[in-house]
């Protein structure tokens, strides 16, 4: 079976720069942790993988946009979706998210996703076609840039409607528009149509007349929004992004530019690519070890067993526990053992027992600590 090792010592170097804008669909995630925003803004290197959820998102928003600009025809979907898969599965061989190929098999509902998507494109080229069925007027082409006048806050916006009441603002969505928890929108969705609605103020002099986000599925759902709101929401991301450049100006170590910028709480940590390198989630994680955390470990080097059926047995301790590692495939992991050695370990499973543990798909073994 191919495989890529997976892991490794952790980069020896960050790129930090100031940030250069504030994007409305990354500010509610700049506000739960700015430490993971600047390293994204900064294109470091992910060290964990990403849900496939993800990369099936960002395909299939290109999808539709191309569907917009009437590049891709209904009869050509399953050839184009085909072709904009297979070329992201080429990219990702031989990388660390290699085992994400093949996509129909790691995304669950993959087949269900595609339908909807499809589904929704079907909908886009009627509506693009002028037979949409509303009092609409026109349909300007898909996205179109906004940003404020000190190019501090700006992004594309998907669609702009314009219609007897006013200019309607549409974003399509990929995946789940609702919290979970609350059964509302979710907030980084609302925050992101607010942002849209204070830049098309500041750009076009109106306020828009609703702000909607398109579901897969189909379903339009209307985000209510009071003007106050939106210049709120706009000052703060620009007050944060002031603070945040300030902040990378003051401080080039990266640790001690951790301590301002990172916001460890598991719910902002679960799905960050860069635990390996964020001492403040380790240090938060050990003060609180009574959240809800990833199962991720770290310590020093106890043990390594080979087990009869060929997978490895890892045993690491830490400060207060041993934890064990069992069912590692020694193809998939580069371990390399010296005196001392360190191990941090993520995506774990946990098993029955205390402080055991097994290897899943998605498991990353890093075998240096972060000391930049
Ligand atoms: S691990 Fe948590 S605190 Fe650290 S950068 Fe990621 S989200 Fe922020």
């Not at 709101?229 to 401080?251: D, G, P, Q, R, T």
Request: glycine content about 6%; hydrophobic content about 35%.
């Amino acid at each position: 079976m191919r495989m890529n090792k997976s892991g490794g010592n952790l980069p020896s170097s960050v790129n930090i720069a100031p940030l250069r804008r504030v994007s409305p669909s990354r500010f509610f995630r700049m506000n739960c942790c700015r430490l993971r925003e600047v390293l994204i803004s900064n294109n470091n290197e992910k060290l964990l993988p990403s849900s496939p959820n993800m990369y099936f998102g960002i395909t299939a928003h290109n999808f539709l946009q191309n569907v917009g600009r009437g590049n891709i025809t209904k009869e050509d979907f399953d050839n184009e979706w085909l072709s904009s898969i297979t070329v992201l599965e080429r990219q990702m061989l031989g990388t660390r998210e290699e085992y994400l190929v093949p996509f129909n098999k790691s995304l669950r509902g993959y087949e269900l996703k595609k339908r909807l998507l499809f589904k929704e494109a079907s909908e886009l080229i009627e509506v693009v076609g002028g037979k949409y069925k509303s009092n609409n007027k026109t349909f300007p082409g898909l996205e179109r840039w906004f940003e404020t006048g000190d190019s501090i806050v700006g992004g594309y916006i998907d669609k702009l409607a314009f219609t007897d009441t006013g200019i309607e603002i549409i974003d399509y969505k990929t995946g789940s528009i609702f919290n979970n928890d609350t059964h509302e929108i979710k907030e980084e969705y609302k925050y992101q149509m607010l942002l849209y609605a204070a830049l098309l103020y500041e750009n076009l002099n109106e306020w828009p007349s609703a702000l909607k986000v398109y579901g897969l599925n189909g379903v339009i759902h209307s985000i209510y929004y009071s003007k106050e709101e939106c210049i709120k929401v706009l000052n703060k991301a620009k007050e944060m992004f002031y603070e945040i450049n300030e902040l990378i100006l003051e401080n080039n170590n990266f640790i001690e530019l951790q301590k301002y910028l990172a916001n460890p709480a598991p719910e902002h940590c679960q799905y960050c690519e860069f635990r390996p390198l964020c001492n403040s989630y380790w240090e938060k994680r050990e003060q609180s070890p009574h959240l809800n955390w990833n199962h991720d470990i770290r310590g020093h080097f106890e043990s390594l067993k080979t087990l009869g059926n060929g997978t490895l047995l890892l045993k690491v301790k830490s400060a207060t526990s041993i934890f064990k590692v069992r069912g590692l495939n020694p193809n998939r992991h580069l371990i390399s053992i010296s005196e001392g050695s360190f191990f941090s370990i993520y995506n774990l499973l946990a098993d029955t027992n205390d402080n055991c543990f097994r290897e899943k798909l998605t498991t990353v073994i890093y075998t240096n600590q972060q000391d930049m």
